[in-house]
């Protein structure tokens, strides 16, 4: 059976590459909202250059981790304590979605498929392979943005924090809503459940003033 054209494998190395600068983009300024948001949420001025600075550093690794590894890391709580682990999926979803593409132009080959029928094929992968992006984008901005928060916080030696649920929603996650007013250390590994898929929930910093 004939080998599906190599224009089409070109085209997902460009396609890597766009979406790799644009994850990169998303994390800088993702990084920074979180600074900037935890800043004002204690009510202190933010030195943008000292922050952009952290920023470049964070993403600068999270390029060269995209570019060589095709992946990223998560957290992972690992009988009750906060791990960092890479995960390599960006080759994998990129090498799914080829060999998607691939099966359907084969197939076409082989059995004379009509060009309508072939676009057909090809639009349901490619909608649902940007359906994936967004989501695979958003969580990596999200999780990007918890961490410029938490860093923040870290920096301004905040020890604890107030777990906020923001309701109304269409499918609140209960055990979330259960944590709503609850005071945690910033080290409980429970707020690394701010980064769970479409968790609307934030931390409050406890902010203690000492008098002159």
């Not at 690794?61 to 995960?87: C, H, L, N, Q, W």
């Amino acid at each position: 059976m004939p080998e599906p054209p190599d224009t089409i494998y070109k085209s997902y190395e460009a396609m890597k590459r766009s979406y790799i600068d644009t994850l990169t983009n998303n994390a800088a300024e993702a990084f920074v909202d979180g600074e900037i948001r935890a800043a004002t949420l204690m009510r202190i001025p933010i030195n943008l250059a000292l922050v952009n600075s952290r920023a470049v550093s964070l993403t600068r690794a999270y390029r060269e981790d995209m570019i060589r590894f095709g992946g990223s890391e998560v957290t992972k709580i690992i009988d009750g304590i906060p791990v960092r682990k890479f995960e390599p999926w960006l080759n994998d979803m990129i090498a799914r979605d080829q060999g998607q593409v691939a099966d359907i132009i084969q197939t076409a080959i082989g059995k004379g498929t009509g060009i309508r029928d072939i676009e057909k094929a090809l639009n349901d992968v490619f909608t649902n392979q940007e359906h994936n992006a967004r989501l695979t984008a958003y969580q990596e901005t999200k999780a990007l943005y918890q961490r410029g928060t938490m860093d923040r916080f870290s920096h301004e030696n905040v020890q604890q924090g107030i777990w906020h649920h923001m309701d109304p929603q269409d499918d609140p996650r209960e055990e979330h809503q259960e944590l709503n007013g609850k005071v945690f250390d910033l080290d409980d590994p429970i707020w690394y459940e701010l980064e769970l898929y479409n968790c609307h929930c934030w931390c409050e910093p406890v902010l203690i003033f000492r008098g002159g």
